[in-house]
């Protein structure tokens, strides 16, 4: 049985930053990263849509807010000293109507509050001057947001951990964890394993990981999968979009409608939308587990969320079976796009945690027992964020140690 100072589950990009922070710390500790997959970021990280992320949308004094705004300085400063291509290009978030002018105020404010400077509040006209084929009454612009391929930092923090002695299983799926006050064991489907302390970066999975070390009833939160689905605009298309243009978001709802995104490889995407995934890791419309399934579906929690919101839930699955009703959503922001214009593009799955309450848990989250550490929510801003929470977690596990 491999004996390991710390055993990280997961090697998405929190699990890399967690390992990278470690290292750079603590050189001497013996680390093992465990992934079900056949490489680093197979899933959220490696599908998301590529944003560097400023931190306007979070609440100030939030955990999202805090790691984000340090988590973005610590990425570009890694992003500058390995030669990762990125570029702070700007959005503009974008008022259609004027019900949605008092959540753009609270964005302004929040943002100025998070710390972001050079922002600016702009007309109809001025919004032209940004992005010559928008329409809007009123937007903001931030200029601190960009593009980034987050599967590349990925590759480079793997390789700096394996060249700094850490390891890195591939191919091996965590199937129980055994906790106690000295060394806890792991069990993978090819090896057990020892360690001082064991962290969980298992995304998606982070639910099913922590009622391996808890009693049922320690565990308030399910994570429930929606997937988002994407349009890419076809060649002729393209010079639509300049750089990246966002709606207004739904305060009630913590996704943030679909928009405009161009990605580092010049491939501008339309989307996402937000639909239940019949599957944890179901990035087709077809993919199915009925044990996954039914266990969000058996969750009251699910009930509730389901009974709130109903009509936005239906109305997704509408816009995602139908790309007239989709094209609609996007020609509020940019009038000329035509169905024809879009192509299929691919598609993520957000890890949303939900509690038994119905109450969607919209800020970073951490369970902690023993020497058992789990990150059980990070989404949107957390590969933004990566270094930081990354950070935060070395910092618990040298307490621990």
């Known amino acids: 049985m491999p004996n390991k100072d710390v055993i990280i589950i997961g090697a998405g990009i929190l699990g890399l930053a967690a390992a990278f922070k470690l290292i750079e710390k603590s050189p001497k500790l013996k680390i093992i990263l465990i992934e079900k997959e056949g490489g680093v970021s197979k899933h959220q990280t490696g599908h998301n849509s590529g944003v560097i992320h400023s931190g306007i949308y979070y609440k100030p004094g939030s955990l999202k807010a805090l790691n984000c705004i340090k988590g973005y300085k610590m990425l570009l400063d890694f992003c500058d000293e390995n030669d990762i291509e990125y570029e702070l290009c700007g959005k503009i978030i974008v008022a259609t109507e004027e019900k949605e002018l008092s959540a753009l105020d609270v964005l302004y404010k929040r943002g100025i509050e998070n710390g972001l400077t050079g922002m600016k509040t702009l007309t109809s006209e001025e919004l032209k001057n940004y992005e010559p084929h928008v329409t809007g009454i009123t937007g903001i612009q931030i200029p601190q947001t960009g593009i980034l391929d987050y599967r590349i930092v990925s590759q480079k923090l793997a390789e700096i951990i394996i060249s700094k002695g850490g390891e890195i299983r591939f191919n091996e799926e965590v199937k129980d964890i055994k906790i106690s006050n000295g060394s806890s064991e792991l069990i993978t489907s090819s090896d057990k394993y020892s360690a001082k302390a064991i962290v969980s970066c298992a995304g998606l999975y982070s639910d099913k990981i922590a009622s391996m070390v808890s009693e049922g009833s320690d565990i308030d939160f399910r994570i429930i999968p929606f997937r988002g689905e994407y349009y890419q605009l076809n060649d002729r298309a393209k010079h639509l979009i300049k750089n990246l243009i966002y709606p207004v978001p739904d305060p009630e709802f913590p996704f943030l409608g679909v928009h405009f995104t161009r990605r580092m490889d010049g491939i501008v995407e339309a989307g996402p939308n937000a639909v239940l995934a019949f599957k944890k890791e179901g990035y087709k419309k077809t993919d199915l587990n009925i044990k996954e399934l ?49 192509v299929k593009g691919g598609s993520g799955v957000r890890a949303q945690a939900c509690r038994s309450d119905g109450s969607l848990i919209d800020d970073f989250l951490f369970q902690e027992k023993g020497n058992f550490i789990n990150v059980c929510n990070a989404p949107s801003p957390g590969a933004t964020s990566s270094l930081s929470i990354g950070e935060t977690i070395a910092d618990k596990v040298l307490k621990l140690l």
């Open 294 to 342: 039914f266990s969000t579906l058996g969750f009251k929690g699910f009930h509730k969320i389901a009974k709130k919101y109903w009509k936005t839930g239906f109305y997704e699955i509408y816009r995602s079976i139908s790309k007239k009703e989709f094209v609609r959503s996007l020609q509020k922001l940019v009038p000329e796009i035509k169905e024809s214009d879009l």
